[in-house]
């Protein structure tokens, strides 16, 4: 292992007003479903390094909140990619970043990084429901990866030095049973956290005139970096994993493969300097193998060691293993032969008839995800949450992406998350290591600087704490569905809807309302799955409610409008776009169903019974909706719209299109 290049190819990362919002798919920035302005808890799931206002509620299924009753929740649910380059599930990625970024900013040196990590989704038995302390309960509460319904953080229980065996199994024995509490919320596993508490801090890393104390196990860990030289937790993140990218130890999350299928970090887009992009692509764990250092085997013993060299792992005693990423692991391929067969029905990922593990002889269909994207980051501007600079149709900073394929044919669960990582050019974060410790003549903390050479000296304002810095932002968890038959070799576009309510002013650092791509041009042959999720608790406890319909409640739908200047819809029986789209998920509906399901927020699925449109919520039903969509669902899983021919179509949200105070309109060309 390449340890001393690995250490100082940091994540280039100080700082207020949500420096780093995901706005589609909709960033958490650790906020569950709280009526307050400020998030209750900033160190839930993860750290963001964000100021407490921004980010958006979990989205809610019907008209009430979810409250503490999972099944009320909503998670967003695309369809995923297929096997070859023509079968793309497209969604568009949104965010804005506060310090600047992009080639010709100049004032900061910047990257982000996307990535996901999936699970399977299996049934809604699997969902972890109270305390039992049977295997199945204790693996669905420690494994299944959740936004929860409580603002609480997962406790954890920390090992002390001189840890024997037995202690380190009942410790952890009451880290799975009694900690992992099923209404809190999990993205990492525990068994992650505590690799992080043990593995040993990189010590090749510039941590400039930082003291990273010891943690209690009796030496410095991966829990401490220098920007969080205390130590502390958030979630079951691993702070130097958060903090450095590549990161040169597997991300894996637990010791072998688990039920869920629980994958490592899987490494989407990387954004910066293109030059580093070969660097990048070479050390991402996508395609290539990481080592760690393994001690036992054994269920009740400590499997990981502390050390993160192979020299240090054998004055161990550990064995120095090679661990694969996985996207997931193909139970149905169960020889070599059938393994390749399926490599050769997918051209977007690799498979292969392998090992996870090097001291592991029982090889498995390994499917490892394509290698990560590398691009320019977008141009922004530093003390600026807008638009990028350039192009014709200005936006915040974006990136389109291909959601995974899973040729299992399962559904999965994911979260994605952006880090955003700064730092200064005082000194070079690509070459800097530890050997520039403690030099003031490399950077210091708030300098005074006798810059009028008469001994009376200005001082800066500069903490060696955040010269190279990470924020970031997460997704709620979301939905990857297996693609229907009658989707085969057609892309997908996901049309959604980012913001919450309030004025500019009220949801900032977040978003207004509108729809993402609010301009999009398909060609006949593509689908375009339309779909929007809302809250019923985005009152910011009255501190800001600006909007229509019921106070605190996310409302949206779809009407066909003349074009994007009016400010009236078209009636659906003259709305003339409908005639010429299908619905491949709902497939006997007419286009003037869709309409109505779209106009309605799902609160009408058609104008007559069919069988995926119940009588009893039909328009012949006469239920009363209300005019501002009060008593319809927040969310809407929508439907996936065919085109049997080309045409335009503008279109509005009634209830928060408001002329002066916010626009929701946008704009569907469908092309031959």
């Known amino acids: 292992m390449r340890l001393l290049q690995a250490t100082i190819f940091a994540l280039l990362s100080g700082a207020v007003i949500s420096d780093i919002s995901l706005h589609n798919p909709r960033g958490s920035n650790n906020r569950l479903n709280e009526n307050t302005a400020d998030r209750k808890n900033n160190n839930r799931l993860f750290d963001s390094q964000n100021n407490n206002k921004g980010g958006y509620n979990t989205g809610d299924r019907l008209s009430g909140k979810a409250g503490n009753v999972p099944e009320r929740v909503y998670s967003m649910q695309y369809f995923g990619s297929g096997g070859s380059s023509r079968e793309s599930s497209k969604l568009m990625v949104e965010w804005t970043n506060q310090h600047g970024c992009g080639d010709g900013e100049g004032k900061v040196i910047c990257n982000l990084v996307l990535q996901y990590m999936c699970q399977s989704n299996g049934t809604s038995s699997d969902y972890p429901k109270g305390n039992g302390k049977g295997k199945a309960d204790v693996e669905e509460r420690t494994l299944y990866m959740r936004d929860g319904t409580s603002t ?53 890393l510039f941590t400039a005139d930082q003291n990273l104390g010891k943690d209690k196990i009796g030496h410095v860990t991966s829990a401490r970096t220098r920007q969080n030289n205390n130590g502390g937790r958030s979630g079951y993140e691993c702070p130097e994993e958060r903090d450095y990218f590549p990161y040169w130890a597997p991300t894996l999350q637990s010791d072998k493969l688990d039920r869920f299928q629980r994958t490592p970090w899987i490494d989407l887009a990387w954004l910066g300097d293109t030059s580093k992009c070969s660097f990048i692509k070479s050390n991402s764990f996508n395609r290539n193998s990481k080592w760690r250092c393994v001690l036992s085997t054994a269920s009740d013993k400590r499997q990981y060691g502390k050390s993160i060299t192979a020299k240090g792992c054998k004055a161990e005693k550990g064995k120095w293993v090679e661990f694969v990423s996985f996207l997931e692991v193909l139970k149905g391929a169960t020889s070599e032969g059938a393994c390749r067969a399926a490599q050769g029905k997918d051209s977007r990922n690799r498979i292969y008839w392998g090992t996870l593990r090097s001291d592991d002889s029982k090889k498995v269909c390994i499917v490892q995800a394509p290698e990560v994207m590398c691009k320019p980051a977008p141009l922004t501007r530093v003390n600026h949450l807008g638009n990028t600079g350039g192009g014709d149709d200005p936006n915040a900073s974006r990136i389109e992406v291909d959601l995974p394929h899973f040729p299992s044919g399962e559904a999965k669960r994911c979260v994605m998350r952006m880090r955003y990582n700064i730092s200064t050019g005082d000194y070079d974060p690509w070459r800097t290591d530890a050997s520039s410790n403690n030099n003031k003549d490399v950077i210091s903390n708030n300098p005074a600087i006798d810059v009028l050479g008469n001994g009376e000296k200005l001082q800066l304002a500069l903490n060696t704490a955040q010269t190279g810095r990470t924020f970031q932002d997460r997704s709620h968890v979301f939905i990857v569905l297996p693609r229907l038959k009658s989707m085969s070799g057609k892309t997908i576009h996901n049309l959604n809807v980012k913001g919450k309510r309030g004025n500019l002013e009220q ?9 993402i791509p609010d301009r999009l041009t398909v060609r006949t042959s593509d689908l375009v799955h339309v779909q929007w999720t809302g809250s019923n608790s985005h009152n910011n406890n009255n501190d800001g409610n600006s909007g229509q319909g019921k106070a605190g409640t996310d409302r949206h739908n779809l009407l066909q409008m003349k074009a994007l200047d009016k400010s009236y819809p078209v009636v659906i029986k003259n709305a003339r776009f409908w005639s010429t789209v299908s619905s491949l998920t709902s497939p006997d509906a007419s286009g003037e169903d869709i309409a109505i399901g779209l106009a309605t927020s799902g609160f009408y699925c058609g104008k007559k019974a069919t069988k995926t449109c119940p009588a009893a919520f039909t328009l012949a039903k006469k239920r009363k909706l209300n005019d501002e969509l009060d008593n319809a669902p927040a969310s809407y899983f929508g439907h996936v719209l065919k085109f049997s021919k080309s045409g335009t179509l503008y279109y509005m949200c009634s209830r928060n299109n408001a002329f002066t105070n916010r626009s929701q309109k946008g704009a569907l060309f469908v092309k031959n």
């Not at 949801?507 to 729809?515: H, I, K, R, W």
């Open 152 to 204: 609480d953080a997962l406790k954890y229980g920390e090992g002390k030095k001189g840890e024997t065996d037995k202690g380190f199994k009942w410790r952890m024995l009451k880290n799975y049973e009694t900690n992992s509490n099923s209404e809190k919320g999990l993205h990492e596993t525990v068994w992650w956290y505590d690799t992080c508490k043990y593995r040993e801090a990189n010590g090749g």
């Open 507 to 515: 949801t900032f650092p977040a978003n207004e309302y509108d729809f």
